[in-house]
Nanobody, 124 residues
Framework: QAQLVESGGGLVQPGGSLRVSCAAS????????IGWFRQAPGKERERVSC????????IYADSVKGRFTISRNNANNTVDLQMNNLKPEDTAIYYC?????????????????WGQGTQVTVSS
């Protein structure tokens, strides 16, 4: 059964770094555009970053630009999100999803069901 599984979250101090991964089973991830999303307590799920399947085009939410980097690891069949200079407001459950994406920020739209996500907590 095709599914995406998130991993790599944890507790980190402000200014620290984490790398979360989106692993695919049952299909090859590089055939799909993939997005990372997050949901903080009491807030709606929001788009964080997306990467295209064809040319590697990426987009980022303004709140994470310059701090987060999305990338593909085709050898491991994952899409990773490197998060640097983390802030308390980055605290959320992080989810990945296959997305429709034509390169424009708002075109990155998830489809399919959500997985369990991975918790990222930024706190001193």
């Amino acid at each position: 059964q095709a599914q995406l599984v998130e991993s790599g979250g944890g507790l980190v101090q402000p200014g620290g770094s984490l790398r979360v991964s989106c692993a695919a089973s049952g299909f090859t991830l590089d055939l799909y555009a993939i997005g990372w999303f997050r949901q903080a307590p009491g807030k709606e799920r929001e788009r964080v970053s997306c990467i295209s399947s064809l040319d590697g085009t990426t987009i980022y939410a303004d709140s994470v630009k310059g701090r987060f980097t999305i990338s593909r690891n085709n050898a491991n069949n994952t899409v990773d999100l490197q998060m640097n200079n983390l802030k308390p407001e980055d605290t959320a459950i992080y989810y990945c999803s296959a997305v429709t994406f034509n390169g424009a920020y708002t075109s990155c739209q998830p489809f399919g069901s959500w997985g369990q996500g991975t918790q990222v907590t930024v706190s001193s």
